[in-house]
């Protein structure tokens, strides 16, 4: 009897040739996002060890499944919480009406990804969408190599970055036409209530209110990051208000936390507009929930979810797609600025 022989995996390929599991993945299956140096080595490494690609996870990969997965690197309170969600998922169901596909939503905050990963790795879907992805989840590299995905926004990881696809907004535009504006209402001790640093719209907003400030000759009156979250834009405020600094206006990374940092203001017998102007990110239903409604730079949330259907949906017929698609917010002026 012949004994049995193990064949060679795609991670002693990767030993071999010197590169990431993900640059073999990406070269077997026929990605050009690889440097040519990158691509000798690897197919060098299949050809002495004679590594044979799993034909069987090949063919299931390649089977139709009409199913397409959203991810959300979220916990359900967040998720169901905040209205920009709502309006991105409203688009990608839109744009999904008229097709055989039918959606599954993943909320992959529990597990670090593993179930969610594990699933999607397993056939079970043609491709996949992720938004609100921090610097921490590391695992949508993993589902990157699996299945075409494209992202809500610029990817956090560099390596995953230059070589995805993704929808995003000039969140530096926005952050610079929502300062603007309280510049413009004659403000000039303006402070800012920042997204997250481990995400990009936190960062790039933040960006975009420092380069506005700059060019104004202006400097900040103060900065405090918070989690994109109602509770975490009130303690922001009151954080600001206790630094003892003197503050007539407020841009603040989007409309929840901008809800409780007017609710903060409003205790501590600050009026908005009058003593402080407040400018918040999304134009969300939010944004006309509170008193006074409030002025906000509009991010075309729905659209972004459309266009991340269209290029989803080239990848999967073979057509291609442009690799980055940018759209421009505007400002929306209502009755918390003057």
Known sequence: MTPATTATTIEEVAAAAGVSRSTVSRVVNGSTSVSPAALEAVNQAIAKLKYVPNRAARTLASRTTNAVALVVPEDPTRFFGDPYFASVVGGIYSRLAATPYVLNVFLASDDQGDKTT???RGGNVDGAMIVSHHARDSYVEQIADSVPVVFAGRPTQPDVASRSYYVD????????????????AGRTRIATI??????????????????????????????????????????????????????????????????????VLSEA??????????VGFDDSVVATQVTPHLSTVRQPSFQQGELMVDVLLGLLAGEGADRVTIVDPEMVTRDSVR
Request: with cysteine; aromatic share 4%.
């Open 194 to 263: 920042a997204g997250p640093a481990d995400m990009p719209p936190g960062v790039d907003r933040l960006i975009g209110f420092n380069a506005a400030l700059a060019d104004a000759g202006l400097e900040p009156s103060g900065c405090v990051v918070g989690d994109f979250s109602e509770q975490g834009g009130a303690a922001a405020m009151r954080e600001l208000l206790a630094g003892g600094g003197a503050i007539d206006g407020v841009f603040v990374a989007n409309d929840l936390m901008a809800r409780g940092a007017m609710a």
């Open 269 to 278: 017998g600050l009026r908005v507009p009058g003593d402080v102007s407040v």
């Open 118 to 120: 594990t699933y999607l």
């Open 169 to 184: 907004v000039d969140n530096v535009l926005g952050g610079r036409l929502g300062t603007q504006e309280l510049i413009d």
